[in-house]
C-alpha cells in the first residue's frame, strides 16, 4: 500500500494533531516534547532514537510516529524545511531562509481521524550513533564474505594418489556480532566528545552554557557576578554587562539594573525632592528601613532637606501602586523593596539622595 500525504490546519477535524504538529514544527527537544504532550493529550508517550542527519539538532524531535488502539499502519507526522521558492531546504540553510511546514502522513491519504485516547505517540528523536563512524562490515550490514579456496579433488586422490589441486570459490558467514558488542563500549566515549564539540558555541552564550562557566564569561569584562543569585539572573546580568556598564549610573541603568534583579516595574522622575520637613505640618517615619515602614503603612514621611541644593541632586523611584506591589510580591514585598533599596544605593552617583515612592502618592 503507498502512502499519501494527508495535511492538516488547526481548528479543522482533527484538532488534537495540533499540538503533534507543533512539537515537529517547533521542533521541541525530546523532553519538553514529552511534558507539552503530556499537558495538553492524555495519550501515552515513548520516543525511538533514530540516526541524526548531517547538520541535524541532536536531541529534538524530528518525526512523531502514532501508532493506534484499533491496530493497522501508524501515521506519521513530519516537518518539511522549504526555501522562499518552495524547494526543499538542507539543515545547513540559515534558519531566516527557511519556513518549517507540518504535514501529516497516513497509509490511504485520507484525512486522520480524532486522535484516540489509547493511541500511542512515539517521538523520533535523532542521535548520534558510535557505529556510524564504522564500515558497513561493522555495522552488521555484510552478512558473508567472498573468498577463493584451493583444495585437493577426492577423485584424482583414489586413482593416481596424488591429490590435484583445484580452484574453487566458498562464501564464509561473518559474525560482527561480537566485535559490535566490544567496539559499542567506546560508544559512550566517543559521543560524549562529540557532544562537547559540536556544543562549543555554547560555551560562551551565557542564556545556554552550563551555569559554571557564568563566571568565567563574566571576567572577560570584568563584570563582579554575585553567585547567590538565581541562575536565571546571573544570565541576564551577564547578557547585559556590556549596556549595564555603558550606562550605569543613568536613569537607563538604574531602570534596567532593578528589573533584571527584581522583576519589580519602576519608573525614574527626576529633579524631584523628598517632601521637606516643617514643624507642626509635617510627618515623621517612624521605621528605622525601608521594610519596617512599608510593614507598618506609614503615611509619607519628612525629611530635612538642605536649603539651597540643586534640584538635580534628587530624584524618586516611582513603583507601581501598593496594592499592585502587594499583590505581585505578596510576602516577598518588604523584601523586594529593601532590594531596590541597596540597587539604587550603589548604581548611584555618590552626590545624589533618592526617594522611593508609588504610584499612587505613599512613600514606605
Not at 525530546?30 to 541524526?52: F, I, K, S, T
Not at 584424482?156 to 591429490?163: D, E, L, M, R
Not at 562464501?171 to 567496539?183: I, T
Not at 505578596?330 to 523586594?336: C, F, I, L, N, Q
Amino acid at each position: 500500500m503507498t502512502r499519501a500525504l494527508a495535511r492538516t490546519t488547526p481548528g479543522r477535524g482533527a484538532s488534537d494533531f495540533r499540538y503533534l504538529e507543533d512539537v515537529v514544527r517547533i521542533g521541541y527537544p525530546v523532553r519538553d516534547a514529552q511534558v507539552y504532550l503530556n499537558r495538553h493529550l492524555g495519550n501515552p508517550v515513548g520516543y525511538r532514537l533514530v540516526e541524526a542527519l548531517r547538520g541535524e539538532r541532536v536531541g529534538c524531535v524530528r518525526s512523531i510516529e502514532v501508532e493506534t488502539a484499533a491496530g493497522g499502519e501508524p501515521l506519521f507526522i513530519r516537518s518539511i524545511r522549504l526555501l522562499p521558492d518552495g524547494s526543499p531546504a538542507s539543515h545547513y540553510t540559515p534558519e531566516e531562509l527557511v519556513s518549517i511546514h507540518a504535514e501529516v502522513v497516513t497509509p490511504d491519504g485520507r484525512p486522520p481521524g480524532a486522535l484516540g485516547s489509547r493511541d500511542r505517540i512515539i517521538l523520533h528523536v535523532p542521535v548520534r550513533g558510535y557505529l556510524r563512524f564504522l564500515p558497513g562490515l561493522y555495522q552488521g550490514a555484510v552478512p558473508a564474505q567472498r573468498r577463493d579456496a584451493v583444495r585437493a579433488d577426492e577423485v584424482s586422490a583414489q586413482t593416481w594418489g596424488q591429490p590435484q589441486a583445484v580452484q574453487g570459490t566458498e562464501l564464509q558467514g561473518f559474525n560482527a556480532e561480537a566485535l559490535r558488542r566490544f567496539l559499542a563500549i567506546f560508544q559512550h566515549v566517543m559521543t560524549t566528545i562529540t557532544d562537547r564539540v559540536d556544543g562549543i558555541p555554547q560555551l560562551i552564550d551565557p542564556i545556554a552554557t552550563d551555569p559554571r562557566f557564568l563566571p568565567w564569561i563574566a571576567s572577560w569584562v570584568s563584570f563582579p557576578l554575585d553567585s547567590s543569585l538565581p541562575i536565571h539572573q546571573q544570565r541576564e546580568l551577564v547578557r547585559r554587562a556590556i549596556r549595564l556598564y555603558r550606562t550605569r549610573g543613568t536613569v537607563a541603568g538604574v531602570e534596567e539594573m532593578i528589573r533584571v534583579l527584581t522583576a519589580a516595574p519602576v519608573r525614574i522622575a527626576e529633579t524631584r525632592a523628598p517632601n521637606a520637613f516643617t514643624l507642626g505640618r509635617s510627618t515623621l517615619a517612624g521605621g528605622p528601613t525601608v521594610e519596617a515602614r512599608y510593614m507598618r503603612d506609614e503615611p509619607a514621611g519628612h525629611f530635612l532637606v538642605e536649603p539651597g541644593r540643586a534640584p538635580t541632586t534628587f530624584f524618586a523611584l516611582v513603583l507601581e501602586p501598593k496594592a499592585a506591589f502587594k499583590k505581585r510580591f505578596g510576602e516577598r514585598a518588604p523584601g523586594v523593596l529593601r532590594r531596590i533599596a541597596q540597587i539604587v544605593s550603589s548604581e548611584k552617583p555618590g552626590h545624589v539622595s533618592f526617594s522611593i515612592l508609588f504610584d499612587a502618592g505613599g512613600q514606605p
